[in-house]
C-alpha cells in the first residue's frame, strides 16, 4: 500500500465527509491514507512527512478557514519559517466554499498560498468546489483524478527528479457534467485583482459564470419530482457511488432513571443556562417578518463581550420533529433507552470513530433532540445508503437516481435547493425503513447558531440584548404547512406567553424573570468591532436585523461619550434599511435617541416597499442607493480620513451590492477605474477598514 498523510479541516463536517470518501476510496486504487484532522497536530508531522499530503479545507465565516485549522494556519503564517521549510512537500488541497459569498474558497487558498510560499510543490491542481451550485460538480472529479496523481507522484519517485512539469490537472479528470468545474467558480475579488494581469475584468468573469449557472441549472423536463423521475434518466443506467461501509453497532439499554435524558451538548466552549430576562416583538404584526429581540441575564457567568462580538445559542431540534421520526423510525417506545455505541469489529471503513457530538449512554431522546442535525440535507452517500433500506423497487431506483452521476441536476433541483430533510424523504419513501445506526452515521452535528450581540456591557452589565427573524419556510411534508426555523422557532416558542409587543427597547422594563433559561456559549472573537481610535469616523450599514451590533456599537460610544465628555469623537453614520417605516423600522426611536445626542451623527434609513406619491422624489430604496447618494462623504471618509466602514446583514444579497456600490463610488469619486477602485476596497478590507460581519 502506498500511503498519503490525508488532512481535513472542517466546520460543519463536510471537509470531514470528503476526507472520509477519499480515504475509503483510497483502498480500492491501491493506496492508504493516513486520515487526521488538521487539529490533531500530534498524530502527523508536515515538517519531517516524506508522503504526499492531500488536504480537504472548508471555508467559514466571510471567507475563514475553518475554526479546526486555526491553530495550522497559524503555526505556518509563522514569519521566521524560512521559505524552503516545505520544500520536501508535495501536496494536493481541496478548498471547499461558496461563490455567494466575496471570498470564495478563502480558507483553502489561504493554507494553499503559505504551502507554496514555504516551498512546498503541487503534485496534483488545487480543486475549488462551490457549495452554491453543488460540491460534488468539482469534488466527484476532483477525487476520480487524485487517483492518476497519486500514481504519477509515486511513479516519478521511482526516477524522475522533476515532478513540477505536467501535473495532472483537476480538470483532467472525468468530469460529471459537460460544464468545466473549473468555470464554475465565481471568482472573489481578490482574484479578479489577480487575473488584472491575465487582462480579464471582472464583468468578462461574471458573465463567464453566469453563462455556466444558467447552462447547469437548465432543466429540460419538468415533470419530475423529488419521487418521480421522466426519461432519460428513469430509463439510464446509473452509475451510483459505492455503498459507505456502515460501522455502528447500537444497544439500545432499558433505563429505568432519567439519567439518560440529563446528557450535557458535548462541546469544546464552555456552555452557560442563561435566563431570559425580556423578549419584545419590534415588529407589527402586518410585518414582512417577526423580529424580536431578547434580553439574557449574563449577571451570574463569566461571559465578557464587546460590541461587534456574536455568540452561539445551543438550540435542540423541535419536539414534534423529534417525535415523528422516532414514530416512523418505529422507536417510539425505546425513546428513553440510553443508546450505547461500539464499532463494528467487521467494518471496512477506515479509522472508524464512535461520533464525538453523541454523548455515551444519552436517550434515544436526548440524542435525537440535541445532538443531530436532522433537518440536515442529506448528502449523496446518505441516499445511497437510505437506498439499500429501501423495500419498494420504484422507491430505491428514485433514491439511487438521486444519489447517482447522471441525477445531480435532480439531486440539486429536489433535494438540495428545496431543502429536503430525513423526515422529508421518510415520508416521501414510505418503504424506506433505515435503521438508527445509519442516522447516527451520517446525520451531522447540531449546530449551535451564531447571533450577534445587540447591546453594549457599558450601557447594560450584566445583560446580553440579540435579534432575529423568526424564518419560516414551506415545508415538505406538509405541504400546507410552514416550517420555522430550528433555532428562531425554538426561542419564539418559549418566549411566546411573555412576549412584548412592538415597543422602545431601552426603556422597557425588564420585569421579573418569567422565562426558561437557554445555553448558551461564546464564539472565537473577531475584528468586527469599534476602532481603538474613537476619533476616526466610520459608517455603519446594517439593513433589517444587520442593524443588530450597530446598536451595540452606538450604546457603547455614548456611553464613552458620557465618560469622556471633552473627548475627541469621531462621526458614526449609520445606514439603515427595512421594508416598511411603520412595519419594520427596528429600534427606531433608540436609533432616533442617539442621534439626538450627538452619538449618531447620520442617520440615512431608506424603505424598501413604502410608495411615495408620484410627484415626490423617489426615495432610496435600499442602503446601497443612500450610500450613493452621499458618495462624496463615504469617499472623503474611507479615503482621506482614515474611517472605517462596517456591513453586517445578508450575504448573498446586500453585501455584494453594497460591495459594487462601495466600488462604483469610489471609482468615481476618486477618477480611478473600476479595477483600482477593487484595489482600495481589498487593502481597506487587508486594513481591517472595511469590515463584514455576513450571514446567510
Ligand atoms: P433583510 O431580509 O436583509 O431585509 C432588510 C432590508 O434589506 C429590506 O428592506 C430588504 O428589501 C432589503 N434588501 C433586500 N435585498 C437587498 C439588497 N440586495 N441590497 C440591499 N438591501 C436589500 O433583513 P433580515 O431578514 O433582517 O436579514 C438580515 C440578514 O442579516 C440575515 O441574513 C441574517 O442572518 C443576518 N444577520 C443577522 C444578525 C443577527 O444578529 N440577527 C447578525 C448579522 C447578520 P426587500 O425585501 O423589500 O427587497
Known amino acids: 500500500m502506498r500511503r498519503f498523510l490525508l488532512l481535513y479541516a472542517t466546520q460543519r463536517g463536510q471537509a470531514k465527509a470528503i476526507a472520509e470518501e477519499i480515504s475509503e476510496q483510497a483502498v480500492s486504487h491501491g493506496f492508504s491514507a493516513d486520515l487526521h484532522c488538521v487539529s490533531e497536530s500530534e498524530k502527523y508531522d508536515l515538517k519531517t512527512e516524506t508522503g504526499p499530503l492531500v488536504m480537504v479545507v472548508s471555508t467559514t465565516g466571510t471567507g475563514d478557514p475553518p475554526d479546526t485549522a486555526r491553530k495550522f494556519v497559524k503555526e505556518i503564517h509563522?514569519?521566521?519559517?524560512?521559505?524552503?521549510?516545505?520544500?520536501?512537500?508535495?501536496?494536493?488541497?481541496?478548498?471547499?466554499?461558496?461563490?455567494?459569498?466575496?471570498?470564495?474558497?478563502?480558507?483553502g487558498k489561504v493554507i494553499d498560498k503559505r504551502l507554496q510560499e514555504l516551498g512546498a510543490q503541487h503534485f496534483y491542481d488545487t480543486g475549488h468546489a462551490d457549495d452554491c451550485v453543488g460540491l460534488e460538480l468539482v469534488v466527484?472529479?476532483?477525487?476520480?483524478?487524485?487517483?492518476?496523481?497519486?500514481?504519477?507522484?509515486?511513479?516519478?519517485?521511482?526516477?524522475?527528479?522533476?515532478?513540477?512539469?505536467?501535473?495532472?490537472?483537476?480538470?483532467?479528470?472525468?468530469?460529471?457534467?459537460?460544464?468545466?468545474?473549473?468555470?464554475?467558480?465565481?471568482?472573489?475579488q481578490v482574484e479578479l485583482l489577480r487575473l488584472e494581469d491575465e487582462g480579464k475584468g471582472d464583468s468578462e468573469l461574471r458573465e463567464q459564470n453566469e453563462t455556466n449557472r444558467s447552462q447547469l441549472s437548465?432543466?429540460?423536463?419538468?415533470?419530475?419530482?423529488?419521487?418521480?423521475?421522466?426519461?432519460?434518466?428513469?430509463?439510464?443506467?446509473?452509475?451510483?457511488?459505492?455503498a459507505p461501509p456502515e460501522y455502528l453497532e447500537v444497544h439500545l439499554q432499558e433505563c429505568l432513571d432519567q439519567e439518560g435524558n440529563q446528557a450535557s451538548v458535548p462541546s469544546?466552549?464552555?456552555?452557560?443556562?442563561?435566563?431570559?430576562?425580556?423578549?419584545?416583538?419590534?415588529?407589527?404584526?402586518?410585518?414582512?417578518?417577526?423580529?424580536?429581540?431578547?434580553?439574557?441575564?449574563i449577571s451570574k457567568i463569566e461571559f465578557s463581550h464587546q460590541p461587534g462580538d456574536s455568540f452561539n445559542v445551543i438550540c435542540p431540534n423541535?419536539?414534534?420533529?423529534?417525535?415523528?421520526?422516532?414514530?416512523?423510525?418505529?422507536?417510539?417506545?425505546?425513546?428513553?433507552?440510553?443508546?450505547?455505541?461500539?464499532?463494528?469489529?467487521?467494518?471496512?471503513?477506515?479509522?472508524?470513530?464512535?461520533?464525538?457530538?453523541?454523548?455515551?449512554?444519552?436517550?434515544?431522546?436526548?440524542?435525537?433532540?440535541?445532538?443531530?442535525?436532522?433537518?440536515?440535507?442529506?448528502?449523496?452517500?446518505?441516499?445511497?445508503?437510505?437506498?439499500?433500506?429501501?423495500?419498494s423497487a420504484p422507491e430505491k431506483r428514485r433514491l439511487q437516481e438521486l444519489c447517482s452521476k447522471q441525477g445531480a441536476a435532480d439531486y440539486n433541483r429536489f433535494i438540495r435547493d428545496a431543502n429536503v430533510c430525513l423526515l422529508d424523504l421518510l415520508h416521501a419513501f414510505p418503504s424506506c425503513q433505515p435503521p438508527l445506526s445509519l442516522l447516527l452515521e451520517h446525520l451531522p452535528k447540531l449546530q449551535p447558531r451564531p447571533y450577534s450581540c445587540a447591546s453594549s456591557s457599558l450601557r447594560h452589565p450584566d445583560k446580553l440584548h440579540f435579534v432575529f427573524n423568526i424564518i419560516e419556510f414551506?415545508?415538505?411534508?406538509?405541504?400546507?404547512?410552514?416550517?420555522?426555523?430550528?433555532?428562531?422557532?425554538?426561542?419564539?416558542?418559549?418566549?411566546?406567553?411573555f412576549l412584548q409587543p412592538n415597543s422602545d427597547v431601552s426603556d422597557a422594563d425588564s420585569g421579573d424573570t418569567l422565562a426558561p433559561e437557554i445555553p448558551i456559549s461564546p464564539r472565537a472573537t473577531n475584528s468586527f468591532h469599534l476602532p481603538d481610535d474613537p476619533s476616526a469616523p466610520i459608517i455603519m450599514v446594517g439593513p433589517g436585523t444587520g442593524v443588530a451590533p450597530f446598536v451595540g456599537f452606538l450604546q457603547h460610544r455614548e456611553k464613552l461619550q458620557e465618560q469622556h465628555p471633552d473627548g475627541n469623537f469621531g462621526a458614526m453614520w449609520l445606514f439603515f434599511g427595512c421594508r416598511h417605516k411603520d412595519r419594520d423600522y427596528l429600534f427606531r426611536e433608540d436609533l432616533r435617541h442617539f442621534l439626538k445626542t450627538g452619538v449618531l451623527t447620520h442617520l440615512k434609513v431608506s424603505f424598501s416597499r413604502d410608495t411615495v406619491p408620484e410627484e415626490e422624489e423617489a426615495p432610496a430604496k435600499y442602503?446601497?442607493?443612500?450610500?450613493?447618494?452621499?458618495?462624496?462623504?463615504?469617499?472623503?471618509?474611507?479615503?482621506?480620513?482614515?474611517?472605517y466602514i462596517y456591513v453586517c446583514g445578508d450575504a448573498k444579497n446586500m453585501a455584494k451590492d453594497v460591495n459594487d456600490a462601495l466600488v462604483e463610488i469610489l471609482s468615481r469619486e476618486a477618477g480611478a477605474d473600476k479595477l483600482e477602485a477593487m484595489k482600495t476596497l481589498a487593502t481597506l478590507k487587508q486594513e481591517k477598514r472595511y469590515l463584514q460581519d455576513i450571514w446567510s
Open 78 to 107: 509563522n514569519k521566521t519559517l524560512p521559505t524552503d521549510f516545505f520544500a520536501h512537500l508535495r501536496y494536493g488541497l481541496l478548498g471547499l466554499g461558496d461563490s455567494e459569498y466575496t471570498y470564495f474558497c478563502n480558507g
Open 218 to 242: 437548465r432543466i429540460e423536463d419538468f415533470d419530475s419530482s423529488l419521487v418521480h423521475s421522466v426519461p432519460p434518466l428513469s430509463q439510464t443506467s446509473l452509475s451510483i457511488p459505492a
Open 623 to 643: 442602503v446601497q442607493d443612500n450610500l450613493q447618494r452621499h458618495s462624496q462623504q463615504v469617499a472623503r471618509i474611507l479615503l482621506q480620513e482614515n474611517g
Open 140 to 188: 466527484e472529479p476532483w477525487i476520480d483524478g487524485l487517483w492518476a496523481a497519486l500514481t504519477k507522484h509515486f511513479t516519478s519517485l521511482g526516477g524522475q527528479e522533476d515532478m513540477s512539469g505536467a501535473l495532472p490537472r483537476a480538470s483532467d479528470a472525468p468530469s460529471s457534467t459537460a460544464v468545466e468545474p473549473e468555470l464554475l467558480h465565481i471568482q472573489s
Open 318 to 391: 423541535s419536539d414534534s420533529e423529534v417525535e415523528n421520526l422516532l414514530q416512523r423510525l418505529q422507536l417510539a417506545d425505546k425513546r428513553a433507552h440510553r443508546v450505547n455505541l461500539r464499532i463494528k469489529t467487521d467494518t471496512k471503513k477506515k479509522g472508524a470513530a464512535v461520533p464525538q457530538h453523541v454523548p455515551e449512554g444519552s436517550s434515544l431522546q436526548f440524542i435525537l433532540t440535541w445532538c443531530l442535525e436532522i433537518r440536515a440535507v442529506p448528502k449523496k452517500a446518505f441516499l445511497r445508503a437510505l437506498g439499500d433500506h429501501t423495500s
Open 268 to 297: 469544546v466552549d464552555p456552555i452557560f443556562q442563561v435566563p431570559i430576562l425580556k423578549a419584545v416583538q419590534l415588529t407589527t404584526n402586518d410585518a414582512v417578518k417577526t423580529t424580536l429581540l431578547l434580553e439574557l441575564d
Open 474 to 497: 414551506p415545508s415538505n411534508t406538509t405541504a400546507a404547512s410552514l416550517r420555522k426555523g430550528v433555532c428562531t422557532g425554538w426561542l419564539a416558542t418559549l418566549v411566546a406567553p
